[in-house]
């Protein structure tokens, strides 16, 4: 079964930082893009940041400087490193992986691959 795990949420205080993984397991032979999105209550799911598998970086504005995304192509595994955490970045982070290849009997498919979610609160 291919899939995405999430780990390293958890309740923070503002200032401090957390660092998401997200690995992928199957038979997946590559992953195009892997990225982090998050969903707040009442708003809708957004981009926080996503890296290519040549490792171009892309951010939302309100994690510049603030956020680090990395991965592991050997792993097929995705990072979040988060500091300096604010109120508002509380939410369910998601991992994604945009256009997993899949080994198949008959050779490959394509398929996008979301994680279930992992909570991070950031309050006093």
């Known amino acids: 079964q291919v899939q995405l795990v999430e780990s390293g949420g958890g309740l923070v205080q503002p200032g401090g930082s957390l660092r998401l993984s997200c690995a992928a397991s199957?038979?997946?032979?590559?992953?195009?893009?892997m990225g982090w999105y998050r969903q707040a209550p009442g708003k809708e799911r957004e981009l926080v940041a996503a890296?290519?598998?040549?490792?171009?970086?892309n951010y939302a504005d309100s994690g510049k400087g603030r956020f680090t995304i990395s991965r592991d192509n050997a792993k097929n595994a995705v990072y979040l490193q988060m500091n300096s955490l604010k109120p508002e970045d509380t939410a369910v982070y998601y991992c994604?992986?945009?256009?997993?290849?899949?080994?198949?009997?008959?050779?490959?498919?394509?398929?996008?691959?979301w994680g279930q979610g992992t909570l991070v609160t950031v309050s006093s």
């Open positions: 994604n992986a945009d256009r997993a290849e899949i080994a198949t009997t008959w050779g490959s498919r394509y398929l996008e691959l």
């Open positions: 199957g038979s997946i032979r590559s992953i195009s893009s």
């Open positions: 890296i290519t598998s040549g490792g171009s970086t």
